[in-house]
């Protein structure tokens, strides 16, 4: 027994300091060590990026397949519903970028470029508008005459001109800044999708061999439910700012507010942010369009655009999320203030859905241990 209470001692010991060892080394080379991780992250992007875009396409391919396998007349089909449903999607993706890249992609540059343009003029038209107001116009206070003239002083040339536009761009795309790890994206992409029940199958089977069963029973289900609410969350997200831009740009086109594409485009996709998004670009539509169209329309286009962003909120948004992301508001408005104050754009948006998520485990966690008690 001694012998035994020995060697277990030695081993302790020499683990430890091969442990000490270990840690002083990666720190004294910290460096080394970091330049060598951002390197392989360089070059498991394209797989990343595949993981993504799969992600993404789940749901798609797997409500086309079930279409394809109720085709019981052609067996052909039903067999080959998975690839096929794959190829659908893909080419239906394809077709949607060319018609955005040939029909809004140019309203919109064109839109900004006008308003850059003669933005001199709109400002100009605006400050006579007020000055042609009573004395005691509610408009005419030095708060909004100051804002007025900072914006005026706000060069627009020098952040929205081609070049710089073209510059944003390429940061935007600079983690796929060659067609070889596109074309890598799109083919890991294509094959986790087609073989996607045998890699899950595989994964279930490694999860099972290393944990126990309760602990593998209990992964199993987070997973599903996180897979959940991630794939409710973003698809529904998407799918909503492109209802509320869509919805958006036709309602200004009829009102005859300027720039209405571009408008209701900058709505959509702020949309994409809960609570803040819609806020923001509402605020910014309206100044815009005080300075285009006048007071008068600005005042339209705004009860417009809340009757559109209120119909959006307890009609449209609640059929497409449905109830998987069951969280206050003010958890919201915390998860995306806290989600963009650490990781930007990308934080405001994946917050709640992290957050859903945490919340989930927190309250399972407090049920078992009062269950226990």
Partial sequence: MEEKKKSFNWLYWFSLAIAIIVVYKLLDNFAQITNWIGELFDILMPFVIGLLIAYLFYIPCKNVEKIYKKSKKIKLISKKARVLSVITVYIITILLIILILNFVIPTISKSIADFINNFGNYYSNTVNAINDLPEDSILRNEIIINAIKAISEIDLKQYLNIENLTQYAKEAINIVNSIFDIFVSLIVSVYLLVER??????????????????????????????????????????????????????????????????????????????????????????????????????????????????????????????????ISPLLVIFAVTLGGAYFGILGMFLAVPVFTVIKLLIEETIEYKQNRE
């Fill in 197 to 326: 029940t045998r890699i899950l199958n595989f994964l279930k089977k490694f999860t099972a061999a290393v944990f126990k069963k309760d602990t593998y029973k209990i992964l199993g289900r987070y997973f599903n439910k996180s897979n959940e609410v991630f794939f409710k969350f973003i698809s529904s997200q998407v799918l909503d700012a492109i209802v509320v831009g869509i919805l958006t740009s036709v309602a200004m086109s009829i009102i005859g507010v300027r720039y209405a594409v571009l408008l209701g485009f900058m709505i959509g996709l702020f949309n994409l942010i809960p609570y803040f998004g819609a806020i923001i670009a509402v605020i910014a539509a309206i100044i815009i369009t005080i300075f285009t169209g006048g007071l008068g329309q600005a005042i339209v286009m705004a009860i417009v655009v809340t009757i559109i962003q209120q119909i959006d909120a307890n009609i449209i948004n609640p059929k497409i999320t449905g109830n998987s992301l069951s």
